[in-house]
């Protein structure tokens, strides 16, 4: 008996050895790399990198600025069956283990060697998540007992829930998604609250090798994982089998991909330019900040289709460019063979689009062309091409001439640019209609504006952001031409005129006093001279040499400094041709200058941007108009302006009545068919350089500008009336839809009176063709329009005459001044 206690002491001996060496060498080991690890404390307040969103004023996501695409959304709004799917295809005992799962890696290891290739691994989720955070990825002993180490310590430090938080939150799954947020917007479309089983199950099977189980790269791939996700979940007792096959019968629909900025990229460009240079590059692209901006993504488009559409016009007008290249005849087969792949697939055709064609024939018989869009015929009827003059051997494009024959444009062998009319259904061997196009070289910019708030509800930059992105809204510079006389004129009636004053439209010449050779001699567009008229037909009809007058009586200084008190910023020549805006502005300026007339006399600063979060939600910058903010009602409900008193309610009146009058019958009339109350001016510069319409309804205003970058002629009788103005009646017309028909508000102030045109006096019954005439209370005109208030008149205006005569540039006092002097004007 004695004998057997001493020999199983002898045996226990060495186990009791062996056990403490265990102990004590895994002790050591955990003592040696637990040496310098990471602190879990900053996974309480687990801030990764986050995106910058920004959104349109309906909630459509139109930019993204981010280093990590990921979106932090709360588990508590993370679906159930989603947390399950992840579980069950990465760490089905997740809810068991203390962070590492050496039965699971057993487990695996047995169907890894059944299969005879990895098809389970053995790293729990924590691990994951330790390795993600904590951890680098490389792959070595010392990295692996560290993450065990540290798994083992985030399982005693934060809860099951909150470690699923960090890793549904971190994880990457594929193109350049982190986070399962962002990955259901870029596989499906959808928030995560939004998802399918099917859906989930596809985002489930991605942790494994994101790129090898893309849905979108290998749809076979990610089925197959599907198909083991969702085998696991039914195992694991989360979903019944009817569950799971009416998962796996569902079809993988995934939506076509876009970028958010394509939709408005010149303004989210602007918005972007503006938060890095407000709060830095990191904040930008690391903070996660929540943008909501001003842009209606409707109005957006409709601007975008109405300036892509006058500016082809305006091109057409000016005849063909001629073919994009021209194939040899032994070139064919090749040129078919590129263009093939450039239409892709000859399905795919609709309507609307528009791909290159190679000519094939040309039938001046039958007055069509003959083409191929790869390997789908095409047919271009002449009626489709006949603006298609071909340009002189100098390269000089005919203007307005129409082809009679094909022949005249298109050979065979021209590689040309279509646009598909007709799509015949059926055999892909009959033809499809198309019209010939060509993309302009003219740019062009469009800019809206709610008058009341500021807020900017579309703005186009140019024809193609892809192509160009500086923006001709905000960043350019050009003369606006008569589009500046409303200035002047709401000037004067600021200092004592009245729509109904009479000037005398006559020949002018004014006289440089340091170079007594070098005189200006301004003209009408007409090169006509029309004798007494009133301010309103002054402008109605774009008179110059009146405009010239209105700003010489009134003075320069004045005009500019009231300029400036309406929003223009940009620097202003301080000499007569200020009347015929030969000072460069912006767009963006100039309509902001047009508002204050719309809203009623209130100086608005544009807005972009309604306000601005932080990822928890605070706002940081908030511009929403003071109502709002206050929980209050708006412009819909009631005028309210959010800006500055600038010129009195009585003025912003009578311009408005005026500029309506330019669109009843003036310059602008073009815009009568609308069929609405508006109110506009045109804008053309020397030798047609740059064309303009500003122009507004009660509740919009909308600028247009259409012009080269390099100054050089849009075409002859390209004016602001025929450039311009159309794009800003198809913008308009869109736009307004959305708004009732109303009349501009007359406010308190104004009265009205019956005036002979001719004098601007009263009317009497012996005066032909009387009008009424609006103006501000006070200063209607008191004598009626008999024979010697006439004659007063015309004395009035022979010293008006007499004062125009050669002596100099003069100001609004009627003495000469050295600022005024100015360069000839051809």
């Known amino acids: 008996m004695r004998f057997r206690r001493t020999f199983l002491l002898w045996l226990l001996i060495p186990v009791v050895i062996a056990v403490v060496g265990t102990l004590g060498t895994a002790a050591g080991v955990y003592c040696y790399f637990s040496r310098d690890l990471p602190r879990i404390t900053s996974l309480k307040d687990y801030r990764p990198l986050a995106i910058t969103e920004v959104y349109a004023d309906g909630g459509e996501l139109i930019g993204r600025y981010y280093l990590e695409k990921r979106k932090i959304v709360p588990i508590e709004e993370i679906p159930t069956l989603l947390k399950r799917a992840f579980i069950a295809g990465e760490d089905s005992r997740f809810y068991e283990h203390p962070g590492l799962d050496f039965l699971g890696v057993f487990r695996a290891l047995i169907k890894n060697i059944a299969a005879g290739r990895v098809v389970q691994g053995g790293s729990t989720i924590t691990q994951q998540v330790t390795k993600s955070l904590l951890l680098t990825p490389e792959r070595k002993l010392k990295r692996k007992i560290r993450e065990a180490i540290l798994a083992w310590r985030i399982e005693k430090y934060l809860s099951k829930e909150e470690i699923l938080f960090l890793y549904l939150n971190q994880i990457y799954l594929g193109h350049g998604s982190y986070g399962v947020e962002i990955a259901a917007q870029t596989y499906f479309g959808k928030h995560t609250r939004d998802l399918t089983l099917a859906e989930m199950a596809i985002l489930a099977g991605l942790p494994k090798a994101p790129s090898r189980y893309s849905p979108i790269s290998h749809p076979e791939r990610a089925r197959r994982r599907q198909v083991y996700v969702i085998g696991r979940m039914v195992e694991e007792g989360y979903i019944s089998a009817a569950e799971a096959r009416a998962a796996l019968a569902e079809p993988l629909v995934l939506p076509e991909r876009s970028d958010p900025m394509s939709r408005t990229p010149y303004f989210t460009e602007h918005v972007r330019r503006y938060l890095d240079e407000t709060y830095g590059y990191d904040r930008l692209y690391k903070s996660g900040m929540q943008v909501y901006t001003t842009v209606d993504v409707e109005m957006q488009a409709a601007a975008r289709v109405a300036l892509d559409g006058g500016l082809r016009a305006l091109d057409k007008r000016q005849g063909f460019q001629g073919p994009l ?335 309506e009058s330019v669109v009843e019958r003036g310059t602008g009339r073009r815009a009568r068919e609308l069929g609405r109350p508006l109110a506009g001016k045109t804008g053309t510069t020397n030798d047609y350089f740059d064309a303009w319409f500003l122009g507004f309804a009660p509740q919009l205003v909308a600028g247009v500008w259409v012009g080269f970058d390099e100054l050089k002629p849009l075409g002859r009788h390209e004016t602001g009336s025929r450039a311009a103005c159309p794009i800003w009646i198809d913008f308009m017309d869109t736009a307004l839809k959305r708004y009732p028909k109303k009349p501009f508000t007359i406010p308190t102030g104004i009265v009205f009176a019956k005036i002979d045109p001719e004098t601007g006096l009263l009317a009497t019954p012996r005066t032909e063709n009387p009008v009424y005439e609006s103006f501000r209370e006070g200063t209607e005109p008191k004598q009626f329009s008999t024979g010697a208030a006439a004659a007063n008149l015309e004395e009035e205006l022979f010293k008006d005459l007499s004062g125009d005569l050669p002596g100099g540039l003069v100001g609004g006092d009627g003495r000469p001044e050295e600022e005024l002097l100015m360069p000839p004007m051809e």
């Not at 290249?325 to 239409?343: H, I, N, Q, W, Y």
């Not at 489709?384 to 051997?393: F, G, L, N, V, Y």
């Not at 050979?411 to 198309?434: H, M, N, S």
């Open 325 to 659: 290249k021209t194939c040899p005849p032994l070139g064919f087969d090749d040129c078919r063979r590129k263009l093939a792949e450039s239409v892709g697939d000859p399905a795919a055709l609709a309507p609307g689009m528009m791909v290159q064609a190679l000519v094939e024939r040309v039938d001046d018989a039958a007055g069509e062309v003959s083409l191929t869009l790869g390997i789908r015929p095409a047919v271009l009827p002449l009626e489709k091409m006949r603006w298609a003059r071909r340009p002189e051997a100098d390269g000089t494009r005919r203007a307005n001439q129409r082809i009679d024959k094909p022949s005249a444009a298109l050979e065979p062998g021209d590689v040309v640019l279509v646009r598909i009319e007709e799509v015949p259904a059926g055999d892909a061997a009959f033809p499809v209609t198309v019209s010939l196009e060509q993309n302009p070289e003219v740019q062009g910019a469009v800019v809206a504006l709610d008058p009341f708030t500021g807020m900017v509800r579309a703005m186009v930059g140019g024809r193609s952001f892809a192509e160009s992105e500086f923006n001709r809204a905000i960043q350019s510079r050009r003369s606006p031409g008569s589009a500046f006389k409303p200035i002047i004129y709401a000037a004067g009636l600021d200092r004592g005129l009245t729509p109904a004053t009479i000037f005398l439209d006559n020949p002018v010449i004014y006289q440089d006093p340091d170079a007594w050779d070098e005189v200006w001699k301004p003209q009408n567009y007409e090169q006509r001279f029309y004798g007494p008229t009133s301010l309103r037909q002054a402008l109605v009809h774009s008179r110059n040499l009146v405009t010239i007058k209105v700003l010489k009586r009134i003075g320069i200084p004045h005009v500019i400094a009231y300029a400036q008190m309406l929003g223009i910023e940009s620097e202003l020549s301080p000499d007569l041709t200020l009347a015929l805006g030969s000072s460069g502005v912006s767009l963006m300026e100039l309509t902001r200058a047009y508002a204050v007339f719309a809203n009623g006399g209130y100086r608005i600063g544009e807005k972009f941007i309604k306000r601005i979060e932080n990822r928890d939600g605070e706002i940081i910058e908030d511009h929403e108009p003071l109502w709002v903010q206050a929980g209050g009602v708006g412009q819909g409900d009631a005028p309210v302006v959010d800006g500055d008193r600038a010129i009195s309610p009585q003025t912003a009146y009578l311009m408005a009545s005026m500029l």
